[in-house]
């Protein structure tokens, strides 16, 4: 009960991050997104932490679970999250929800498969309604219409790009299908503070490799001509994200990956 109600904040607040992002996408790139949203969830985690007990759960942490949510932080946070927002930038929230929805289909067969979770009846239930939900919107458009409108008029109007707006849109749900069975691997106890502790490691890891990014030749340059009003809306987009992912990390930590996925 207690796993699907984490994943149930997970999942409300990571739609509002992504409408979020939507209107800073508008004006901004996306590695000015990726590059503010990602670190802002640091001290977030520490301060989680600290109330928790969390510290004491990452010394539980060996050697494999360090590694394993290192690589779930990396395929998540920063592969699947500059997918995820270059997709947004590309053709809208709303058009990509649903193609991420194979992320789910992903998840579960690796859960079947790696972790041996079972499929009920109650559970397959609730994954059609799941999938069938976000299905139903898929209907094409009379024109191309921006769900987010200018916000002045010296903004020009949005016309998406289907193509790469598609490619990065499976991209990101590749990566947000393996992640959850990653960070599953990774969770020998299961706890609220161990959730959040794998959280801050993940969080962590794709911030390193972010850093990476941004020392390449004009990546810094680029990253620092974000204005202030494109800047608040990544600020508020990350803290979202953050409440989304420590939700979903708790509910992993306590819940089959079947049962938090959907």
């Known amino acids: 009960m207690l796993g699907g109600f984490l994943a149930l ?9 992504n409408a979020t992002v939507r209107r800073g996408v508008l004006s901004g790139t996306v ?46 946070f920063a592969w699947g999250r500059y997918c995820n927002y ?21 998840t579960l067969a690796l859960a079947i498969f790696w972790l041996g979770e079972p499929l009920t009846v109650l559970r397959l239930i ?31 109007t949005f016309i998406p790009e289907y193509a790469e707006g598609y490619l990065y849109a499976s991209l990101s749900a590749i990566g947000f299908g393996l992640s959850p069975v990653i960070i599953r691997m990774a969770f020998v106890k299961k706890s609220i503070a161990i959730g959040i502790a794998g959280g801050f490691v993940s969080y962590l890891a794709a911030t390193v ?10 990546r810094w340059t680029d990253f620092r001509r974000v204005d202030r009003r494109t800047a608040k809306w990544f600020v508020v ?26």
């Open 126 to 156: 609730g994954i059609a309604l799941v999938i069938a939900g976000p299905a139903m919107t898929l209907k094409p458009a009379k024109r191309p219409v921006d769900p987010m409108p200018p916000e002045s008029a010296g903004e020009t």
């Open 237 to 262: 987009s990350g803290l979202l994200a953050c409440l989304s992912q420590m939700t979903r990390y708790m509910a992993l930590a306590v819940a089959p990956v079947s049962v938090v996925s959907p």
């Open 31 to 76: 590695l000015q997104a990726v590059g503010i949203s990602l670190p802002i969830a640091l001290p977030v985690f520490v301060v989680a932490m600290f109330v928790s007990g969390g510290f004491t759960a990452l010394a539980s942490f060996n050697m494999q679970s360090w590694g394993l949510l290192a690589v779930a932080g990396v395929i998540h």
């Open 9 to 17: 904040i997970s999942a409300v607040s990571f739609a509002w991050s």
């Open 86 to 106: 270059r997709a947004t930038k590309a053709i809208g929230a709303n058009l990509v929800a649903p193609i991420q929805q194979c992320s789910l289909i992903i």
């Open 209 to 218: 490799a972010l850093m990476l990014v941004l020392a390449l030749p004009g």
